[in-house]
């Protein structure tokens, strides 16, 4: 059971330049999510989807943009990339529920941009 | 969003309990408490959630204060695996796709 895959592990961009953090689940979820961890501090919720074409923004939108066009693959978008953005990158995806159900979280994308 | 208050760092001895608090003064009626911990170089995996009883796993207890404004996370035997930073979040029932608000946690050193 793979769970949560998240590619590529590491990268290292140049400022400008553009890539896709890709995500995927085999867990049927309904719920995905894309949180950025800067050194030393917590996740913040970047943007999250309820379903198939659906996503809304969280916490620190600005830089990215994802779709959801399948309930497996909820792919984050990096254009114009910028030094601001040199962190850990986590996907993660959950069951509705009511607020009782586990998220599973993938193994994280580490990116530098310079 | 209801927020949660975490000791920065904690220490234990290893194979001793290990007793992690939290306080969630504002927490809602329908609010879950979760828990969560991040192993160095790894993404957050769950550990335990309840509502207002306490909770038992095979990782952990969770104990909730009768008013819910705190509650512990008990680890009964600490190894040096369990070294990692403890997230304690409120994950609220309906609206917001059910989404974790990470604080800071509280990072748990093991010592042998």
């Known amino acids: 059971n793979a769970g949560v895959t998240q590619t590529p592990k590491f990268r290292i961009l140049k400022i400008g330049q553009s890539m896709t953090l890709q995500c995927t689940q085999d867990m049927n979820h309904n719920y995905m999510y894309w949180y950025r961890q800067d050194p030393g501090m917590g996740l913040k919720l970047i943007y999250y989807s309820v379903g198939a074409g659906i996503t809304d923004k969280g916490e620190v939108p600005n830089g990215y943009n994802v779709s959801r066009s399948t309930t497996e693959d909820f792919p984050l978008r990096l254009e114009l990339a910028a030094p601001s953005q040199t962190s850990v990158y986590f996907c993660?995806?959950?069951?509705?529920?009511?607020?009782?159900?586990?998220?599973?979280f993938g193994q994280g994308t580490r990116l530098t941009v310079v | 969003d209801a927020k949660t208050t975490q000791p920065n760092s904690m220490e234990s001895n290893e194979e001793e309990p290990v007793h992690l608090p939290c306080n969630h003064s504002t927490i809602s009626g329908t609010d879950y408490i979760h828990w969560y911990r991040q192993l160095p170089s790894q993404g957050p995996e769950y550990v335990i959630h309840?509502?207002?009883s306490n909770v038992n796993n095979r990782m952990a207890s969770l104990a909730i204060a009768e008013d819910r404004k705190s509650s512990t996370l008990i680890l009964h035997r600490a190894t040096l695996r369990d070294a990692a930073v403890y997230y304690c979040i409120l994950r609220r029932s309906s609206g917001s796709a059910r989404q974790l608000t990470f604080g800071s946690g509280t990072q748990l050193t093991v010592l042998p």
């Open positions: 993660a995806s959950s069951y509705p529920g009511q607020g009782n159900t586990e998220a599973f």
């Open positions: 309840g509502l207002t």
